[in-house]
């Protein structure tokens, strides 16, 4: 079985894949992020570094996936699907040439196609996505405390955090790799709440149940 859990910075993607795969018994696949030598670099210089930073995680998602590839049953902390949302939203902020969006865009083409998913062979199973608003994505990223991603740090901030939302709801509708859905990040407090927790689990189980990948 794999999951592979969707959303915004901040909207509980690791702490939900942690939960996911200990009640599924299966491993999780977190994205490189507190090892990234490349996403402090970004933040200080986005127009210098969205390129990088965009190989950087393209490269290490398709080493996580490829991984991932080889157990049976997997959680994965946000989708390949995802980056281009993000570096196609950076290159119209002016932060990537045409040319990168054009080299970019073909690398991952080309990447795409050796992943299992293009043959249809491994699609994933479920893609669970995290849904929050503007104020709960500005708590969670306080709380979570990353430096270079509080606002105090760079007044533009709250800007790219707003326009990133904006982008994900029609990503999220376009969606169709596999069977998807939303989980309300707003109401379920599943990281402190036993009882909210038990809630999402029990909508996952549900719909896993209903496409027949849980008995
Ligand atoms: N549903 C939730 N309710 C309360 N706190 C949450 C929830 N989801 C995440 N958090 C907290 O928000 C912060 C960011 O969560 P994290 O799982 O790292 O998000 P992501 O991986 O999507 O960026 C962490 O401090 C986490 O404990
Ligand atoms: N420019 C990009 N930034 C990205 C991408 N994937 C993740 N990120 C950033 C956003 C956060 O600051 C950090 C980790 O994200 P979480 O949602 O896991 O907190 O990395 C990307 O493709 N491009």
């Known amino acids: 079985m794999m999951i592979v859990l969707s959303g915004a910075i901040g909207a509980g993607k690791s702490s939900l894949a942690t939960i996911l795969s200990e009640h599924l018994g299966t491993e999780a696949f977190y994205e490189q992020v507190d090892n990234n030598p490349v996403l402090p ?17 393209l490269n290490k998602r398709f080493e996580s996936i490829k991984k991932a590839m080889v157990q049976d049953n997997n959680v994965l902390d946000r989708s390949i699907y995802e980056d281009s949302l993000f570096f196609h939203m950076n290159a119209d902020m002016g932060r990537a040439t045409p ?3 054009k080299v970019y865009d073909e690398l991952l083409a080309n ?10 062979k491994k699609a994933p199973d479920l893609l669970v996505h995290l849904d929050i608003s503007y104020d709960t994505m500005l ?3 306080e709380k979570r ?17 707003q326009q990133l939302l904006a982008r994900y709801d029609g990503w999220y509708d376009d969606y169709d790799y596999s069977p998807k859905m939303k989980i309300d990040g707003d109401k379920y407090d599943f990281v402190e709440n036993p009882e909210d927790r038990q809630k999402v689990l029990d909508l996952i189980d549900e ?7 849980l008995k």
């Open 139 to 141: 708590h969670r990223i």
């Open 207 to 213: 719909q896993l149940r209903a496409r027949g990948t």
């Open 145 to 161: 405390g990353r430096s270079y991603e509080q606002p105090e740090q760079d007044p533009s901030l709250p800007e790219y955090y």
């Open 111 to 120: 990447m795409m196609q050796e992943l299992p998913y293009a043959a249809a």
């Open 41 to 57: 670099l970004f933040y200080k210089d986005p127009k210098k570094y969205a390129f990088l930073l965009q190989i950087y995680f």
């Open 99 to 101: 040319q990168e969006v």
